[in-house]
């Protein structure tokens, strides 16, 4: 690596999407974002914003038969903008890697063993770590000098001490299928996190924090002293919060019964607990901004969609008071949490014995940057802090290759 090599690649495989953002670790300058989605389809769209050149966003469809072409195409915008991935100022591309078992506890330099080694998560992750795989692949065969880096989706939640990893199940069947509460979103409840303690003006190790990452897909975790000791998705990201598709908490016992009595196959209650439940399943919508639309018009299902998420939020925010005992702020991030400001109100209300409250007025502040929402008097603060995954994968990907 030369010493002006700077920049970072971060890409994020989905199962017919890339997302990417070059960024320059000099000073974190974001230098092009973009897209490719519905990779194998006819009408394929490609996105390319190069912030670097203050250039406008450009957007094509046209047919991207697989990956690799996907990767040829970004790797050709970027290179239209003086920023190709043959540039000597590249020093590395990082991954985002769902999920990493218990194995991968820190970002790590893929090699093939570091490959295989994923691939052998592919039955806890089927539809994720496939496309990450092939996103690497793709990536070592346009660029096989260049280190590549995973940055793990389960990485940060590694710390968790076996009261909180294991189910109560057998222990023999549970190990021999790699059964266990991994959490996901670990990138950005590490981010998040961190920068909860810098807006408090303290070090990680000082505070505890309950994160609430509230996205289409959602989870919360307790982090004490920067590291985290409970999550609330599991051996997938099903568990836990109620989400934009997926039912979060569930008596399993749900899934027995609509097979018996319902005829439905293992498929179609996967389906039904993943795609169709949660915000959509309840009442149409999983879009908060909708869903908050049609409660002002007097809509009662979305009113009772929003109880519902609301209530279990709430129940997560209380048991991670309990698991923490001592806590110094309640962050909320991602799309909902950074812009759904009767969300976080719902969520807090009633909590004052507990040291909690928000501010109406802060809270109805909207802001890119990381800011409090509690009254000067609560005990906790509360918080929004903006969460940036793209960063932190670079963050880590450039501190691993510069090391
Ligand atoms: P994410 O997965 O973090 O991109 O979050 C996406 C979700 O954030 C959407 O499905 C919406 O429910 C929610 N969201 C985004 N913007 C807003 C907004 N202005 N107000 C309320 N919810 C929002």
Redesign the pocket.
């Known amino acids: 690596m030369t010493a002006n090599a700077t920049r970072v690649l971060v890409l994020n495989s989905g199962s017919s999407s890339v997302k990417y953002q070059l960024l320059d670790m000099a000073d974190g300058a974001r230098l092009a974002v973009g897209l490719v989605e519905r990779i194998g389809e006819e009408t394929s769209r490609l996105a390319h914003t190069p912030l670097a050149t203050g250039g406008a966003k450009r957007e094509r469809e046209q047919p991207i038969a697989d990956h690799e072409a996907a990767l040829r195409a970004v790797a050709g915008e970027l290179a239209a903008d003086g920023l190709g991935l043959d540039s000597p100022e590249l020093a590395a591309i990082g991954h985002r890697v769902v999920h990493g078992g218990k194995k991968f506890t820190e970002p790590t330099v893929i090699t093939d063993e570091v490959t295989a080694e994923i691939e052998r998560l592919i039955p806890v992750a089927p539809l994720h770590n496939p496309a990450n795989i092939t996103g690497i692949r793709v990536a070592q065969a346009l660029r096989p000098d260049l280190p590549q880096v995973a940055v793990f989706d389960t990485a940060f939640h590694t710390t968790m001490p076996e009261a909180a990893a294991r189910y109560a199940i057998d222990v023999e069947t549970a190990d021999a299928h790699r059964i266990r509460r991994y959490g996901f979103h670990g990138t950005s409840h590490a981010y998040v996190s961190r920068e909860t303690a810098k807006l408090l003006g303290k070090d990680p190790s000082e505070v505890n924090v309950i994160v609430l990452?509230?996205?289409?897909?959602a989870s919360a975790s307790a982090v004490k002293g920067g590291r985290c000791v409970d999550t609330s998705m599991g051996l997938t990201p099903l568990e836990g919060l109620v989400m934009?598709t997926r039912s979060g908490d569930i008596d399993p016992a749900v899934i027995s019964h609509l097979a018996r009595n319902a005829g439905m196959s293992i498929d179609e209650i996967d389906s039904l607990l993943n795609k169709k439940s949660g915000?959509i399943g309840l009442c149409g919508d999983?879009?908060?901004?909708?869903?908050?639309r049609r409660i002002d018009a007097g809509d009662e299902r979305a009113a009772l969609a929003f109880d519902i998420y609301v209530h279990r939020l709430k129940k997560y925010i209380g048991a991670y008071y309990a698991v923490l005992g001592k806590v110094d702020a309640v962050a909320f991030?991602?799309?909902?949490?950074?812009?759904?400001a009767p969300?976080r109100e719902a969520a807090v209300a009633g909590l004052e014995e507990l040291g909690l409250a928000v501010d109406a007025d802060l809270n109805a502040v909207r802001g890119d940057e990381a800011r409090l929402i509690s009254p000067e008097y609560a005990r906790v603060a509360v918080a929004v802090v903006p969460?940036d995954e793209e960063l932190e994968i670079a963050t880590q990907t450039y501190a691993l290759v510069s090391a």
């Open positions: 990452h509230l996205g289409n897909g934009g915000l999983n879009d908060m901004r909708e869903i908050r991030t991602a799309g909902v949490g950074e812009n759904a969300v969460t």
